[in-house]
């Protein structure tokens, strides 16, 4: 299913059928698809027809939204990737190995990522196995810096979370983590932390961040600010 926006763009739309559901609901998605949560009994008709009287509100909001961006796109306006609390600048390299991998170069200052295939699907597997390694420690030096245990981490490519953690204690992160500024990608891995102590959003949680990461509502205004379009890098590869 499509929609036409008044501009004469054809814009994809994801249907989503939920037991339980009682309300049409729609949004846009990470890849600037128009999401329709619909109940179950709802025919792809109906769906079409709810989706023409919200004409309005669904050009108002692809008007709005950044750009779906490639990772290459990305990483040539912004050539650095997070690590470690430092910033690396970036270097993309064409390579006679087997494998796509990554170095450092420039006195540890440059991150080069070596690829056999100039493809966004190679540069994108290996910017989040990079992601993997970066997260896996600095996960574990937060974790033991405040004397804190959890049972594993997953990387992945969360559709509009930074992370999660659950009841088992494992935490999740999005491999874009590491094209936020040090203190930004800190304040995620943090507050999934503190989660360990405190499921919930509720004030002791708060005061716990806080303590964490005393800048917390700044760094919260600042992920905010830039989320969506980061949120919207990579989703051009699947």
Same mark, same amino acid.
């Given at each position: ?5 008044? +501009?004469?763009?054809?814009?994809? =739309? *994801?249907? $989503? ?5 009682r &309300? ?6 990470? %890849? ?11 025919s ?7 989706? /023409? ?6 050009? /108002?909001?692809l /008007?709005?939204?950044p ?8 990483l040539?306006? &912004?050539? %650095? ?6 910033v690396? %600048? ?7 190995? /087997? !494998?796509?991998d990554? @170095? ?8 080069v990522?070596?690829?056999? =295939?100039?493809?966004?699907?190679a ?13 896996? $420690?600095? =996960?574990a030096?937060?974790? !033991? ?12 490519? %969360?559709? +509009? #979370?930074?992370?999660s953690? +659950? ?8 491999? #874009? ?29 708060w ?11 700044? &760094? *919260?205004a ?6 969506? *379009? ?5 989703? $051009? @590869? !699947?």
């Amino acid at each position: 299913m499509e929609f036409l926006s008044a +501009s004469g763009r054809r814009v994809p =739309v *994801e249907v $989503c059928r939920r037991k339980g559901t009682r &309300h049409l609901r729609l949004r846009l998605g990470h %890849q600037n698809q128009v999401v329709a949560s619909v109940p179950w009994h709802i025919s792809d008709r109906g769906v079409a027809k709810f989706i /023409a009287t919200q004409r309005d509100w669904i050009d /108002a909001q692809l /008007a709005k939204v950044p750009k779906v961006s490639t990772l290459s796109d990305w990483l040539e306006r &912004h050539p %650095q990737m997070s690590a470690s609390g430092d910033v690396f %600048q970036i270097r993309i390299e064409s390579s006679t190995r /087997a !494998k796509a991998d990554y @170095c450092f170069d420039g006195g540890a200052s440059v991150l080069v990522l070596r690829l056999p =295939v100039a493809e966004e699907c190679a540069l994108l597997a290996l910017t989040r196995r990079f992601a993997k390694d970066a997260l896996v $420690c600095r =996960v574990a030096y937060q974790a !033991k810096r405040l004397d804190l245990e959890y049972s594993g981490l997953s990387v992945r490519d %969360q559709s +509009s #979370r930074w992370g999660s953690c +659950s009841s088992r204690r494992g935490i999740s992160l999005n491999w #874009r983590l590491v094209l936020l500024r040090p203190e930004l990608q800190d304040y995620v891995i943090l507050h999934e932390l503190a989660h360990l102590s405190e499921m919930n959003h509720g004030p002791r949680f708060w005061a716990l961040l806080d303590s964490y990461d005393p800048q917390r509502v700044t &760094h *919260e205004a600042a992920l905010d600010a830039i989320g969506s *379009e980061l949120m919207r890098v990579g989703r $051009c @590869c !699947k």
